[in-house]
Nanobody, 124 residues
Framework: VQLQACGGGLVQAGDSLTLSCAAS????????VGWFRQAPGKEREFVAA????????YYADSVKGRFTISRDNADNTVYLQMNSLQPGDTAVYYC??????????????????WGQGTQVTVSS
């Protein structure tokens, strides 16, 4: 599986951005997808995840109510709609995918495939 993340950019506080993660290759439409982020000088952290069906979503407390994850299995693409962005959201955002079902999508170690990352910068 190959993952291509895009949609990052430089925005002001309060603005919105939508990231996308396009999957290709074998099993591209299978399994859940997670979004993680890594700010400068910090460890990578969980942001959001969706199950294969899209019926179940998970969010970090820091983004709950502001970010929405969704997926379009017809296009093998997962989206992360980010609203009310804050400077603390500045980070490189990565999408990731496991290779089995029934795994904890909020854990980095669950994911076998990672996109290249897309930079999100929020100015105050």
């Amino acid at each position: 599986v190959q993952l291509q993340a895009c949609g990052g950019g430089l925005v002001q506080a309060g603005d919105s951005l939508t990231l996308s993660c396009a999957a290709s290759g074998r099993d591209a439409s299978n399994y859940g997808v997670g979004w993680f982020r890594q700010a400068p000088g910090k460890e990578r952290e969980f942001v959001a995840a969706t199950s294969w069906s899209g019926r179940t979503s998970y969010y970090a407390d820091s983004v709950k109510g502001r970010f929405t994850i969704s997926r379009d299995n017809a296009d093998n693409t997962v989206y992360l709609q980010m609203n009310s962005l804050q400077p603390g959201d500045t980070a490189v955002y990565y999408c990731a995918k496991p290779e089995v079902y029934g795994i904890d999508l909020m854990q980095e170690s669950s994911h076998s495939y990672w996109g290249q990352g897309t930079q999100v910068t929020v100015s105050s």
